[in-house]
């Protein structure tokens, strides 16, 4: 593990982690039970995440920037035992959680750490052979669209096939460096700490600091001297709009990934025409609830040929299946994403109701008793290629026509001027909604230069009532566009 002033080995973290466990065995902790993670990218917070898969334990990493009411809600519904924190200048906020939940908190600190017995290293042994891959590894909390965060429950044996698929793919040596771009609290950086650290790799944490700043971030990086980038296609759309990256300050740089969200590819054309030379450019897909990667393609010059849209999602990972269904549950070419297999989560952790809706056990012969999660992504099945086209909760119905709203958004960032853009649905008390467009550019142009642009490409009934310009589009903390916060832009 590598930060900025020390480098850690495998065997001190391997210390830290016999340390880490016998604490919570001590503090009465069992199989079974969760924990939770104020986790700031410290060294002993990665020992900890180990500690608990050892002794069969769910961890939940939290935002410690995150309004304490949310957090509040995670910690009750998954009913913490302790609650640890990496930094001491979270700790105030740390203690209150702890007296809401009415558990322990935990300072990780390397000079409070118990001396560990042989009795213990063979206890500690023990229950990690009693584990089973059913046994829940971590639990990641996505937003709800009732408001209360849905904690996916990925399983040891989830994590093995994801482990298996990551290395054979992404052809990983102990040479390799990741940088740990995502938040712990955030599904991307699953693929970072168990395919990077369970290869023997490096990984070097990357603070929200350092996130922060784009020319110093890139400088960090390439003095890191990482090897493996993955992040949301967000964040680099930013780096290539300052121009902060260029493949002579990344030369260690082999292979560069984003996933999470779309990455229109009149953007993308522009990083793969700067890095395809020197790196790997991947594309991935796939939900939390199906452990944070399902597909992969790598990015070819024959994929700009035509501009329009995102880049294909590509073929399923090995140990995956999957049903594309249309509006009557019947299998097709054009529909809902459905993903069949072990890598499939065992379901929102503590809640069966809104499991039952998404999380389903087949029972035709074909499929007998595999499990299946309905993603709510369309696609399109090109000779077993499959490409994106949207979200079922972005399909509209407006003035009478059903319109993706990811259409409208590819025809905003079809402008050149444009870096970025988002479109929302605001349903009113009117007989129709209406279209928000929302635009990020760093160049002078005005709402009706967009809605001419717009009307030589879309029909009238898809313009937005209203554009917005900004320079940048808010991100939620996961680097994503903030969808939430583009509503409080319309009234700002």
């Known amino acids: 593990m590598r930060y900025r002033d020390r480098e850690y080995s495998y065997s001190e973290i391997s210390q830290w982690t016999d340390a880490l466990a016998s604490e919570m065995i001590s503090r009465g902790c069992q199989r079974g039970d969760v924990i939770a993670i104020g986790h700031s990218k410290q060294p002993l917070s990665y020992a900890l995440m180990l500690a608990s898969i050892r002794l069969g334990i769910a961890y939940v990493n939290i935002d410690v920037e995150s309004p304490i009411a949310r957090i509040t809600r995670i910690l009750q519904d998954s009913d ?21 939940k009415g558990c322990d908190l935990i300072m990780l600190e390397e000079k409070v ?6 009795e213990e290293r063979v206890l500690q042994t023990k229950l990690s052979q009693s584990l089973d891959g059913s046994s829940i590894a971590y639990i990641m909390y996505t937003s709800g669209s009732t408001g209360m965060p849905k904690g996916v429950a990925v399983t040891h044996q989830n994590i093995l096939h994801f482990i298996a698929w990551g290395q054979q793919r992404f052809r990983i040596t102990n040479q390799d460096n990741f940088a740990n771009l995502s938040p712990m609290y955030f599904d991307n950086s699953v693929f970072d700490f168990y395919v990077g650290l369970f290869s023997g790799a490096c990984l070097t944490p990357v603070s ?4 922060a700043k784009p ?7 390439s003095d890191m001297r990482c090897s493996i980038w993955f992040s ?10 300052m121009k902060a990256m260029s493949p002579s300050q990344l030369i260690p740089l082999r292979t560069i990934i984003f996933g999470g969200e779309g990455y229109p590819k009149i953007e993308l054309k522009k990083l793969y025409d700067l890095f395809s030379k020197q790196a790997e450019l991947v594309n991935v897909y796939g939900p939390t609830e199906c452990t944070c990667i399902c597909s992969a393609y790598t990015l070819q010059s024959g994929d700009f040929n035509n501009l329009d849209g995102l880049p294909a999602l590509g073929q399923l990972n090995s140990n995956f299946d999957y049903r594309i269904i249309d509006d009557q549950g019947q299998d097709a070419e054009v529909g809902e994403l459905c993903l069949i297999g072990p890598n499939v989560a065992a379901g929102y952790f503590n809640d069966l109701e809104r499991s039952t809706e998404s999380f389903f056990i087949l029972t035709e012969p074909r499929r007998f008793m595999k499990r299946m999660y309905r993603t709510g992504d369309l696609v399109r099945d090109i000779q077993g290629i499959l490409h994106f086209l949207g979200r079922k909760d972005n399909q509209i119905k407006h003035m009478g026509y059903r319109i993706e709203l990811e259409e409208i958004e590819q025809a905003l960032v079809n402008i050149p001027q444009i870096n970025q853009a988002a479109v929302i649905y605001l349903r009113g008390n009117s007989a129709y909604g209406k279209i928000i467009g929302f635009a990020a550019s760093l160049e002078d142009i005005d709402e009706k230069y967009l809605v001419a642009e717009l009307g030589k490409i879309l029909p009238a009934f898809m313009i937005p009532s209203r554009i917005f310009i900004r320079s940048e589009l808010p991100k939620n903390p996961n680097g994503k566009v903030d969808r939430q916060q583009l509503e409080t832009l319309i009234h700002s």
Do not use: G
């Open 80 to 100: 913490v035992k302790l609650l640890f924190c990496d930094d001491s200048s979270h700790k105030e906020f740390m203690l209150e959680l702890a007296h809401s």
């Open 113 to 118: 750490l118990p001396l560990v017995t042989n």
């Open 232 to 241: 949301v296609p967000s964040l680099l759309i930013y780096l290539m709009t």
């Open 215 to 221: 020319y110093e971030l890139v400088a960090y990086v």
């Open 208 to 211: 929200r600091e350092i996130l």
